[in-house]
């Protein structure tokens, strides 16, 4: 998968376990690369909202 496509479910796992408790992720809006898709990533009091391409996901924070 490669693009606007990755494992949202393998993203779920490492955004969860990584962007909170990561000094690389201190900025509420960053990007990274995953599965070789370039991810934005917006973080919000209850979500971080996962852009991938044009298409935007909600993922609840813990």
């Known amino acids: 998968m490669f693009n606007n496509q990755i494992d949202l479910a393998a993203f779920a796992n490492y955004a ?6 990561s000094a690389d992720f201190e ?9 070789g898709a370039r991810v934005y990533v917006e973080r919000k009091r209850s ?5 991938v391409g044009a298409v935007v996901h909600k993922l ?3």
């Open 27 to 35: 900025e509420d809006e960053f990007a990274v690369t995953f599965e």
């Open 16 to 21: 969860l376990n990584t962007f909170d408790y």
């Open 60 to 62: 609840p924070r813990c």
């Open 47 to 51: 979500v971080f909202n996962i852009h």
